[in-house]
DNA sequence: CGCTTGCAGATTTTCGAATATCTTGCCATT
DNA sequence: AATGGCAAGATATTCGAAAATCTGCAAGCG
């Protein structure tokens, strides 16, 4: 059985990431203890872990808001997946074995299923394909090992998921995005390192240049 | 004025670096409210972040406890500050300016004189010591300009200082030790960005290799 | 007129008690 | 002797109210 701390802390997680509460806003305890029908204490606690994760911001005192969308925020969560996610996969590729490829193929799979039949104007489709998109990263790393290592991305990818209703106001070439993690892929189980992981880097930058391409950010923060 | 969660938390994270609760025991709220002079609120408000952040585990209805000291997981916080500290060290060599240089260079000159006074039989001169060490790894990607890196390395950092009470029971070679600072400062100081993040690699291994020689796995977990 | 001061309402933070869950040991049953 | 169930105590979790703090505004003062 979990505790209400807990039910609380997914659904405010992923509200927080569908920008159910406006970014730079502030969380109120009474209404979020209204929302998720529970008391002060386990949505507190809940806060406090979301807190420590880096989800919503802490004012003594004056309680929790939502981070502001920033470009400077939007770049450092970038930079920080591209240390993360290349490290891992690094050692991801040097050590892992075929249940891993096995799981990366299915991943990819899945994702290109999705991917196809995309419309970003449908909610379930475009959350399938989102699921999938974060599903094939966390497969990349799988093979990597180290449970801190997933645990770091895991959260960088959900801070960087809140971003992505930004990145919607844009027309994208879902082709192209596709296309970067096929070959990425390939090159994986081609078990070719050095081009794998210049193609991760490469992928977790290219996101702040097209924002940056359309100017997002005087509207946006 | 800060909360009286945040007063808890900060001295339950020096508690359970310094080992004043034992590792893979239980930590009971009750006991805790009253060490630590609060109530039961502010202290599960301090236990959620540091479950967040990793120091204590937590189970459902059963209550919170300290990891346990195991191999394993000494291995995986080694792995995870190498991908995190060479990739900021990189970055923070090549955006780094003057200001940071200073810092260093102050960094390495504390490290030094606590570590020529060191006696780790005197708790003092070991705090200091200690203290001075993380500084000294802090001061080197702070060039990086980086909040969420800087902010994972302090984490992988804190989690690392519960394993020096093993460390402690072997004899070290504190003028390796230092020499391999001194060393590292002064590659990461001419810029020789490969040389340095070589030895900022091996440095962290160095830590795990050490503990192995010596057996301590057995007794400690 | 501008600045401080203090009050009222709103909100967060904390407490103490109530509730829910787990653990342990005993007893009945097989 | 082993197993299963149950009750009692210990403990974690949650609630509702009290206490502390912040915010905005208006009165008082220079």
Redesign the interface.
Same mark, same amino acid.
């Given at each position: 059985? &979990? &505790?209400l @701390?807990?039910n609380v802390e997914l659904a405010l997680r992923a509200d927080l990431v569908n920008g159910v509460h406006p970014p730079g806003g502030r969380l109120r305890m009474e209404m979020l203890a209204e929302r998720y029908g529970a008391g002060l *204490?386990p949505v $507190? =606690?809940a806060l *406090?872990?979301?807190?420590? =994760?880096?989800l919503v911001s802490l004012e *003594?005192?004056k309680g929790f808001r939502v981070p502001a969308l920033t470009r400077d925020d939007l770049a450092?969560?970038a930079? !920080?997946r591209? !240390?993360?996610e &290349? @490290? !891992?996969l690094r $050692?991801a590729m040097e050590r892992g074995d075929l249940a891993w490829e096995a799981m990366l193929v299915s991943a990819l799979h899945t994702y290109r299923q999705t991917s196809r039949s995309l419309d970003t104007s449908n909610p379930e489709r475009l959350q399938a394909w989102q699921a999938a998109h974060d599903g094939l990263h966390r497969a990349l790393i799988a093979g990597s090992g *180290?449970? $801190?290592?997933e645990?770091?991305q895991e959260r960088?990818l959900v801070q960087h998921a809140r971003y992505r209703q930004l990145l919607y106001r844009i027309p994208i070439d879902f082709k192209v995005h596709e296309r970067e993690h096929v070959d990425l892929v390939e090159a994986v189980l081609a078990r070719d390192v050095e081009v794998a992981v210049g193609m991760m880097a490469d992928h977790i930058a290219i996101t702040l240049d097209v924002l940056d391409q359309w100017g997002i950010w005087n509207e946006a923060g």
């Open positions: 059985m &979990t &505790t @701390a807990d *204490s $507190r =606690e *406090s872990r979301l807190y420590a =994760e880096g *003594s005192n450092d969560i930079f !920080a591209g !240390a993360i &290349t @490290a !891992a $050692r *180290s449970p $801190r290592i645990q770091i960088l």
